[in-house]
């Protein structure tokens, strides 16, 4: 009777298991079909332009930028919340019709320090009514550090954007995005991502300028 009695107990440990086995599969399915996280067939549609500019970018990504990881799936970012200059509430959204490089920084985290600099270079020869840096900082509830530190560089052309709580290094986590600092994604006019360099770079480089400007010549995102 024991015997057969732990057989029965180790029958239903091994179905239990392969239960949630399969519930765990279907969970990780549906939680990629949740709207706002980027995907769902709207964002495929709107974002293919994004894909084929990204995939001609793929040889101008050497050099300074050969960190450069080019997007493969339809990624819309516009759901990016963060504070605007004048501390408003503001999102990805607002910068529509430009190519954006988003930058997630901190003040403690050295890489980050040492290329701001090439980003303000950047934003001050690339800059325009086509394309923008938005360098975000995550310091947690002290954007008066952050303030301190642009203006101890002299920062001069970057806008000061943050997100004292942190959340956008969280939701970019969440897309397999955004596991250390500083990490730097490169989107269209519609906010689809094309591509991500996680890891500092030299964004004033002749590579890195190369490839901002062939993104932002590509059209992508402004139909």
Known sequence: MTEARNRNVVRVLGLALVAGAIAGALGVYFMGAVPGNG??????????PALKAAKALEPLAKGEVAAFRIATEPDRMTD????????????????????????IWAT????????????DRLQASNGGKDFAVAAINIDLNNTERAKAFFAEIGVKDLAFYSDPSSGIFTKLKSRGLGFGLPTTILVDGKGCRMGVVEGPAEWDSDDARALIEAAAGSGAGTG
């Open 39 to 48: 995907g769902g067939s709207a964002a495929a549609a709107d974002c293919a």
């Open 80 to 103: 990016l919340a963060f504070k605007a200059p004048d501390g408003s509430d503001t999102s990805l959204a607002a910068l529509a019709g430009k190519t954006v490089l988003v930058n």
């Open 108 to 119: 403690w985290c050295v890489p980050c320090r040492a290329e701001m600099p090439t980003l």
